[in-house]
């Protein structure tokens, strides 16, 4: 079975500070896609990034960076120079690469990030 | 291009009661999915529709079902609602068949409070 965790809850920091959310994976499969979403507190789920499981080169994405490291399973996330508007709960979530073709999303607890001015 | 929508915002309804809840998948998908979260938790797979058959599901009773209509919307119907139904449900669009298959695009949710 796949599973994902998120080990910090909240994270508080002051603008242009930069963050890191950590991300922890479990699943049996070599073929996989790994995700981060945004939740802000209008509920819906903004898509930020996927990564499939045989690139693990990094990325960045103006203010934001992901680095994917198989050996830990980890994928973690960076936002450099905070801005209140990153207020947000962020997800990481597993996708495994399905026989049937659906696919389905793990998700992690969540961590919610609180930007102050 | 038109994002997924969902209808209602927010309902209220009592312990016992029956609803539905409707999504309209994002223009050019053909799979929707749904998912439950509960207050303070990441989201839970329900169930997925493709070709207007379920697709798959997760750990959910048969009291939640579902239909995927031609035009590729869809609607979660719930049973016999209980107090832990009360969550934010989540639709989710995405195009099988192709290289993104599998990202998936979320609506604003609807929030059920059951009482």
């Known amino acids: 079975a796949q599973k994902v965790t998120q080990a910090q809850t909240e994270i508080s920091v002051v603008e242009k500070e930069d963050v890191t959310l950590d991300c922890v994976y479990e699943t049996r499969d070599t073929t996989y896609y790994l995700f981060w979403y945004k939740q802000p507190p209008s509920g819906e789920l903004v898509f930020l990034i996927r990564r499939n499981s045989f690139d693990e080169q990094n990325e960045i994405s103006g203010r934001y960076s992901w680095n994917f490291q198989k050996s830990t399973s980890s994928f973690n996330f960076t936002i450099t120079a905070s801005q209140v508007v990153d207020s947000a709960v962020y997800f990481c979530a597993l996708s495994e690469a399905q026989i049937t073709g659906y696919s389905t999303l793990t998700f992690g607890k969540g961590t919610m990030l609180l930007v102050s001015p | 291009e038109t994002g997924v929508t969902q209808s209602p915002t927010h309902l209220i309804k009592t312990r016992g009661q029956q609803v539905t809840l409707r999504c309209s998948s994002q223009?050019?998908?053909?799979?929707v999915s749904w998912y439950q979260q509960a207050l303070g938790q990441g989201p839970q797979f329900i169930f997925q529709y493709y070709r207007e058959e379920e697709n798959g599901r997760g750990n959910f009773p048969p009291r939640f079902s579902g239909l995927q209509f031609p035009n590729y919307s869809s609607e979660l119907n719930v049973n016999a609602l209980e107090l832990d139904d009360s969550a934010l449900y989540l639709c989710?669009?995405?195009?099988?068949?192709?290289?993104?298959?599998?990202?998936?695009?979320f609506g604003p949710g609807t929030r059920l409070t059951v009482t």
């Open positions: 989710a669009s995405s195009m099988a068949g192709t290289s993104r298959s599998y990202e998936q695009y």
């Open positions: 223009s050019g998908h053909n799979t």
